[in-house]
């Protein structure tokens, strides 16, 4: 058995290096440097058009006549659930631990250009939307059988994506929120239980109720866990400066080893900050427009211009506090790493009440987490085995997260973490060959329909 399992972990091991090497990551920036420059740097020509057009009219009341079964604002935190996660807790620590301070500058390299990848997906994914059933569906698997034809690669990207949703987005999450809530006496079994009875009432609601929920929690748990970062933030501003210092020099020079932090080269901090911004955003993954191809909306663009937000607020606001937070604090150097990292960090900023809005936050971060890519997986499964497969699909989502709570899951996320890189591919293809659309569009409406 032990071999096994030896021998599944050794394949998977080598498979993830190919999928995740610096290859894939100059595919993923790579695909966003294109499009900034085709697109004339659109995420900075138009940012304030797009901060416009997203953060004010996000509790406007929707009044459209549009087509589609979600509201824009639905449709982006339903997106934001997923990818604000433990990735923005442990994520970013990670990088810095193995990285350096560093690795956050190139995280926000990723970022800049990951706005475009993620505008292009999502452009794509209400381009190419079919309605099935009186409900809106769309993302990689319709662009790249609809746009590019190529039916066995929308098939490929719909198996992995069903795949990976179980390890990435319920097992590993549930898990991460039994670990940290195990600190404070809580039983593993019983946070599992918890969280599939919860994920339950609103899963088996399909995308409507599982979007009514996410608009109400996202904006909660972000500003919550903001203003804990903030206030410590603010309580250490007079290391802020040298924070920045640090990111800014150790992006292009070595961090040297200093305390338990083992020091890191150049390479370390790039390739880790960028590994953890896509990680993060999930921009070129293939994983959000799913959500977004639901929106209301009168034009591909207007609602692509919600992608772009996404990735500003998930990795240029919220892994950015969590970085200050780490560095301005010290405890960078500390050894430690991960969700520990930033729960010191809390701790130390902000002594007792710390670590708690750090439990708090990998809670609501995971649950929500779990709601939207039960939706992607569901999606995926759909396109392969049609809409009979829906309830089963959920059937089967919610013992798994019981199972991931209690379970070790070192496997389990690394064979995720392989499918999720895999599930880039096809999307990638899929972006690049279709682009010619994604520009004539974003000319078609800043042009025609704007008169810019």
């Known amino acids: 058995m032990f ?4 021998t599944i972990e050794s394949i998977n091991g080598t498979i993830n290096g190919l999928v ?9 920036v790579g695909t966003g440097i294109y499009f900034t420059f085709r697109a004339n740097f659109l995420q900075v020509k138009e940012f304030g058009f797009t901060m416009k057009e997203t953060l004010m009219k996000i509790f406007a009341k929707d009044e459209s006549a549009e087509e589609g079964d979600i509201t824009p604002f639905q449709a982006l935190a339903t997106a934001l659930a997923a990818t604000i996660g433990t990735g923005n807790i442990a994520g970013v620590a990670t990088a810095i631990a193995l990285g350096g301070p560093g690795a956050i500058f190139w995280m926000w390299v990723s970022a800049f250009f ?8 999502v452009v794509l994914a ?23 034809g190529l ?12 795949l990976a949703a179980f390890g990435i987005g319920n097992m590993v999450q549930s898990n991460s929120v039994a670990a940290a809530l195990a600190g404070y006496n809580i039983p593993p079994l019983a946070t599992g239980i918890v969280l599939a009875v919860a994920a339950g009432l609103v899963i088996l609601g399909g995308l409507k109720r599982i979007a009514s929920v996410t608009e109400k929690i996202v904006p909660f748990m972000a500003v919550f866990y903001i203003i804990g970062a903030v206030i410590i933030l603010i309580m250490n501003i007079t290391q802020i400066p040298t924070a920045f210092g640090l990111i800014f020099k150790h992006a292009f020079t070595p961090a040297s080893a200093l305390g338990g932090f083992a020091g890191a080269v150049v390479m370390d901090a790039m390739t880790r900050g960028i590994a953890r911004g896509v990680f993060s955003n999930e921009a070129g993954l ?17 609602q692509g211009l919600w992608g772009i937000f ?29 969700a520990a990292l930033t729960t010191a960090a809390f701790n130390t900023g902000l002594p007792g009440p710390g670590g708690v809005i750090v439990a708090i936050g990998i809670l609501f971060f995971a649950f929500s987490t779990i709601l939207s890519w039960a939706y992607y997986g569901e999606k995926c499964a759909e396109h392969l085995l049609g809409s009979g497969i829906n309830k089963v699909y959920r059937i089967v989502w919610l013992p798994l997260i019981v199972v991931g709570a209690v379970g070790s899951l070192d496997l389990i996320w690394d064979i995720a973490d392989t499918l999720n890189g895999l599930m880039a591919i096809p999307n ?25």
């Open 151 to 162: 039916k066995w690669l929308a098939i490929i990207f719909s198996i992995f994506g069903a």
């Open 20 to 28: 995740w090497g610096p290859y894939m990551l100059i595919l993923l």
């Open 126 to 148: 209400i381009k190419y939307r079919e309605k099935k059933e009186g409900s809106w569906v769309g993302g990689p698997m319709y662009y790249i059988e609809k746009g590019l």
């Open 286 to 302: 293939g994983s959000a427009p799913i959500a977004h191809a639901a929106a209301k909306t009168d034009h591909p663009v207007r």
């Open 114 to 121: 990951g706005m475009m990848t993620k505008y292009a997906e």
């Open 310 to 338: 996404e990735v500003f607020a998930d990795t240029i606001v919220i892994c950015t506090l969590t970085a200050l937070t780490i560095i301005s604090t010290g405890v960078w150097t500390s050894g430690e790493t991960g």
């Open 3 to 6: 071999g096994f399992v030896n």
């Open 428 to 452: 990638l293809v899929g972006l690049l060959g279709l682009s010619g659309v994604v520009l004539s569009l974003t000319k078609e409406f800043f042009t025609e329909k704007l008169g810019k």
